[in-house]
């Protein structure tokens, strides 16, 4: 059975710190997606990554898929108060057939 | 505002009850999916419609019964569910060109 661990689960920190979270498995993925959710609302997607040492940035948001494809992280830099929400990781395997998967999340609270 | 719509945004149910979730795209998606997100859990694929012939069904009770009239509409009727099955119920359309999805707000279920 192929799982998303994300760390960490709960993130809280103040404005302007610089953060990573985390999204690992023993599975190799096709592509793997990075989701905002916030409250109320459905998960909103930020970026794709494809290939093996992949990095993509979106403004102060830093995303980098694994050598392996195995793995990713968000690195955001000088984090603001409207960043707060539930990060998912999501992905797509190899084969036609196979699903795509959802980490459980890490939420992440902004202090202002 | 995505292009995806559900409504209810918020459902009450006893156990006994008959009550259908809808859920609309006007993006000229061909694929429509239900999923469910649960508290501590990751988020669910239920089913998957694509061209309104349901091709996935992950071994979901016969209690939900999901129906796709036209590419537009899905629905996901709900008959004798358990409190378990309170969750919040997300719908996505899929964009083939770029293999994004769009997620909808989401309908809170909570079944009493």
């Known amino acids: 059975t192929q799982l998303l661990e994300q760390s960490p689960q709960f993130l809280s920190i103040q404005e302007g710190e610089n953060l990573t979270v985390y999204c690992n498995s023993s599975s190799v993925f096709s592509s793997l997606q990075w989701y905002r959710q916030e409250p109320g609302e459905g998960p909103v997607l930020l970026v794709t990554v494809v290939t093996g040492g992949e990095v993509k940035k979106l403004k102060r948001l830093t995303f980098q898929f694994g050598d392996a494809r195995k793995d990713s992280s968000l690195h955001i830099t000088a984090a603001q108060p409207g960043d707060t929400g539930l990060y998912l990781c999501a992905g797509e395997g190899m084969n036609r057939d196979d699903k795509i998967i959802f980490g459980k999340g890490t939420r992440l609270h902004i202090l202002p | 505002e995505t292009g995806v719509t559900q409504t209810p945004r918020h459902l009450v149910m006893g156990m006994t009850n008959k009550k259908s979730l809808k859920c609309e795209q006007h993006l000229g998606h061909n694929a429509m999916y239900w999923y469910k997100q649960s508290a501590k859990k990751p988020l669910e694929l239920m089913f998957v419609?694509?061209?309104?012939?349901?091709?996935e069904n992950n071994s979901v009770p016969s209690r939900f019964s999901p129906e796709c009239p036209n590419s537009s509409h899905l629905f996901l009727h709900l008959h004798t569910l358990q409190p378990e099955d309170s969750a919040l119920y997300l719908c996505?359309?899929?964009?083939?060109?770029?293999?994004?999805?769009?997620f909808g707000p989401g309908t809170r279920l909570t079944v009493l």
């Open positions: 419609y694509s061209l309104e012939e349901r091709v």
């Open positions: 996505a359309s899929r964009d083939s060109n770029t293999d994004t999805q769009y």
